[in-house]
């Protein structure tokens, strides 16, 4: 894991919203118990590797190279297909080894990752010796059990996080758009076997505020998954922010929904974490991190144990659920009757909301997202450029539109997903606002991102809500953008919706 302090280690603790993101789904096989013994096996392979070769598995270093051949060996055995990629850094070649499972939907990727290169100043059994071990094990267990996954599963180890997630940036940049598309979801496991532990979950459901923090919101579920393990192995657990420290980062940045756990680095345990989860307060997670003393002798077994255990326990769950089916969708490319201004209260007076190819604009950054996710329309308020960004941009108050109305199945779990953006400049304020309502029985606000003091570029991002409180009823969905803020300067987007039924 990359030197910086880590932000909110104390972070509150996890809370999924009711009406929110789809949890977890039942996997079709039972995940399996991950031998300790045998990610402790891996470890000290890592760790005789590290000796034999001036004490570290650092980038650019032998010691790391035969790391990365020690895990694509066992790789190939079992019956992966096995790809290392090199990419350059600091004038030394790095490696990433990526590993394909066969079978599962090709289009539907569950990516399981952690960084293989230590610090030049240690082993790096620790950091990361122990997130790739667990990460490998599984991996290994996916093949003894022969597992059919519905999700296409693919491994991948990175070369120089610890330069500046070097590895992991080079191959999500390596991949097109169709490819990065194609990954719905990505597991990272950084030091999970710290000897005064803790027990942290990347903070995928952004307990600060709906729709406030840096993850996708899909990140969601893979954070609801993880916590269902540790709830039913009765272990607490804690939100940590995505802080950009790891190789989550990289994918997050592309709008891929990210997850996985952290047992804590230099950061010191309060007394609080003490009480909740054993070992001694006013001491680092780990008191070795980056240092010559991360070796095999700095680990926790009972952590890495509970840690290798969910992280097959969140390959099996996901990459196993069952495949939804399509109920209603939309792309914007024909018209399916989405009604504008439904209530006849809107307030707007520019920017109201049209279907239709959007024109480019920009002021310091990109306002109105010239581009869909897919086809040539989308949703989109005011779609013309005009001879400024200001002239077709949302102003003076509400602009709304509304679906059809859409019959959901009475039975199943039922997810809306949808392409998302809402862009402002510095003159806006929380006044500002793009929500997305739904109207049933009740009407029900199930997304809102408020404006800021700031200014905020257009980007496409995607969202899922869960609507299995709405099973068997008639629904419409509602969708706002607001400029209350005087002056302020306001463009936002919506593509791609679909309700899904698993």
Request: aromatic letters at 8%; charged letters at 15%; proline letters at 5%.
């Amino acid at each position: 894991m990359r030197f910086r302090l880590r932000r909110a280690l104390a972070a509150l603790a996890l809370v999924v919203p009711a009406v929110q993101i789809l949890t977890a789904q039942a996997a079709h096989a039972a995940p399996p118990n991950i031998s300790l013994a045998n990610v402790k096996a891996h470890l000290t392979q890592l760790q005789s590797i590290a000796t034999a070769n001036g004490g570290n598995r650092a980038h650019g270093r032998p010691g790391y190279l035969a790391s990365v051949n020690y895990a694509k060996g066992l790789l190939d055995a079992a019956g992966y297909t096995t790809t290392v990629q090199s990419f350059t850094y600091n004038g030394a070649t790095g490696y990433n080894l990526i590993a394909d499972w066969p079978g599962g939907d090709p289009n539907d990727v569950l990516m399981t990752g952690s960084h293989l290169d230590s610090v030049t100043a240690g082993p790096g059994i620790n950091d990361n010796g122990s997130g790739s071990a667990g990460v490998l094990e599984t991996a290994l267990e996916v093949s003894r059990q022969a597992l059919a996954p519905t999700k296409h599963l693919r491994f991948g180890w990175w070369g120089a996080e610890e330069l500046g997630l070097r590895g992991s940036t080079a191959y999500v940049s390596s991949l097109t758009a169709t490819e990065r598309a194609k990954i719905k979801g990505y597991l990272n496991f950084d030091m999970i076997g710290s000897p005064n532990p803790g027990y942290f979950l990347y903070d995928g459901d952004n307990s600060d505020g709906v729709g406030s923090g840096p993850g996708p919101s899909g990140s969601a579920q893979i954070e609801a998954t993880l916590a269902a393990y540790f709830t039913s192995i009765g272990v607490a657990t804690r939100g940590t922010d995505f802080d950009g420290r790891s190789d989550y980062g990289p994918f997050i940045a592309q709008g891929i929904p990210a997850g996985g756990t952290f047992t804590g680095a230099e950061g010191v345990k309060t007394a609080a974490q003490a009480t909740l989860w054993g070992g001694t307060s006013g001491q680092a997670f780990d008191a070795c991190y980056h240092r010559a003393c991360d070796t095999s002798a700095n680990i926790n077994d009972t952590a890495l144990d509970r840690n290798a255990d969910a992280i097959a326990y969140t390959v099996w769950t996901l990459g196993t659920a069952a495949v939804p089916t399509t109920v209603w969708s939309d792309s914007f490319e024909t018209s399916t009757g989405w009604t504008t201004d439904p209530a006849g209260t809107d307030t707007a007076t520019t920017g109201q909301w049209e279907r239709g190819d959007p024109a480019a604009t920009t002021s310091s950054g990109t306002k109105q997202v010239g581009t869909t996710p897919s086809g040539v329309n989308d949703l989109v308020t005011g779609r013309l450029a005009g001879t400024d960004a200001g002239t077709h941009d949302v102003d003076g108050g509400v602009t709304s539109v509304q679906s059809p109305p859409i019959t959901l199945p009475a039975t199943g779990t039922l997810t809306l997903a949808y392409s998302w953006y809402l862009a402002h400049g510095s003159n806006s304020s929380t006044a500002d606002s793009f929500r997305v309502k739904i109207v049933g029985a009740t009407t029900t606000t199930v997304q809102q991102q408020l404006g800021a003091a700031a200014n905020r570029n257009g980007a496409f991002a995607p969202a899922t809500v869960n609507l299995t409180p709405y099973a068997g009823q008639t629904i419409r969905i509602l969708i706002e953008a607001t400029d209350a803020s005087t002056g302020s300067l306001l463009e936002a987007g919506v593509d791609d919706v679909t309700i899904t039924r698993q």
